[in-house]
């Protein structure tokens, strides 16, 4: 993650091509939209799923999950093709590996960060595996309560890696409004102070990831299409380009937004701090000698004068020279200056 400042926003691509055409498409897009990095998928059938586990999510129902993911897979040599154009076009790219044959693949490829799917968050001999390797670590925690979190971080740490973080996942496709919790982004911090927190995510629209960041989230992954409406298991609760561009300009205008936290007067402030604000004036002609009054001082703009704050401590000092109407009032007009 090449900046720790500002949100890390991750397109993912896995699920949503299965040739290097469709791939370079969402590349391409991706960097348009101005994302971080991609990320796929990396899998066999064969080693993720028996043959009698069944689909039954709102997109996608009654499917043997072995033949779905058969259809999806994608060949070592399609990675290294991928991997290769993401570089080539200046974009981080990693993968979430379901396999220890998963990781001999990425490591060939010289995957900087490792994702940990929600359905690996308590696989603990597959997180000691991945552990070990000593890379980032992006931990989705779908499906999880709190207590299996901090069991999956313990694993993590145990194993010598603490360069980790922790996504609040809801493993919903789509994930209804209601039962996105973002509040859990919080509870998360609180949780894990010394760790970096993100959010993957699983709605329709990018409003849930706009919000996050506003929370704190400094990791977003959203999965990314060309087509909400093709075929394949992640299109209907993907962004598109649009929807990313919208994504990560709103995120980059909250971070700038955020400033420095410093509560001082910016740029023109400063001027306008002189033209705007207001100073002790007289509202008529005053003698030398003559006391100062309500009668004939008020507090007027502009503010290059006397703050109105001492305006109480000026009455009942005395005039030294004569003053005219509309006259901004200095401390070498006043007598007694000395009991300010």
């Known amino acids: 993650m090449k900046n720790n400042s500002r949100c890390y926003i991750v397109a993912e691509i896995g699920g949503n091509f299965t040739d290097y055409e469709t791939a370079v498409r ?40 072995k033949d779905f993911f058969k259809q999806y897979e994608i060949s070592d040599e399609l990675h290294e093709e991928v991997y290769k154009y993401a570089r080539e076009k200046g974009l981080e790219i990693f993968s979430t590996p379901a396999h220890d044959t998963d990781l ?38 779908g499906m999880c309560t709190l207590d299996e979190v901090k069991q999956s971080v313990n694993t993590i740490l145990e194993s010598g890696n603490t360069n980790l973080i922790i996504m609040h996942t809801v493993s919903l496709y789509p994930t209804k409004d209601e039962f996105v919790n973002l509040n859990v982004i919080k509870s998360l911090q609180r949780e894990f102070p010394d760790f970096t ?91 030398e000698g003559e006391i100062f009054t309500e009668k004939n001082l008020d507090v007027k703009r502009p503010g290059i004068g006397i703050e109105p704050q001492f305006y109480e401590k000026i009455l009942g000092k005395r005039a030294l020279r004569d003053l005219k109407k509309d006259t901004m009032i200095h401390w070498s007009d006043i007598g007694y200056v000395q009991e300010r």
């Open 197 to 287: 927190i993100g959010y993957s995510d699983h709605t329709i629209g990018v409003e849930a990831c706009i919000y996050a960041a506003v929370l704190g989230a400094k990791v977003i992954e959203k999965h990314f299409t060309y087509d909400k409406h093709a075929e394949g298991p992640d299109h209907m609760h993907s962004a598109d380009k649009n929807d990313m561009k919208r994504l990560v300009n709103a995120v980059r205008q909250y971070e700038c937004m955020c400033g420095n936290g410093i509560k001082a007067p910016v740029d023109d402030e400063v001027k306008n701090r002189r033209n705007n604000r207001k100073s002790v004036i007289t509202i008529c002609d005053i003698k």
């Open 104 to 141: 001999e693949l990425l490591e060939k490829l010289g995957t900087d960060i490792y994702k940990i799917g929600a359905d690996d968050a308590v696989n603990t001999p597959f997180l000691k595996k991945v552990a070990s390797i000593g890379k980032p670590i992006m931990l989705s925690t």
């Open 26 to 65: 969402l590349i391409d897009d991706a960097k348009e939209c101005g994302v971080d990095a991609v990320k796929l998928q990396t899998y066999r059938a064969e080693t993720l799923v028996d043959g009698t586990a069944v689909f039954d999510m709102e997109n996608i129902k009654g499917v043997l999950q």
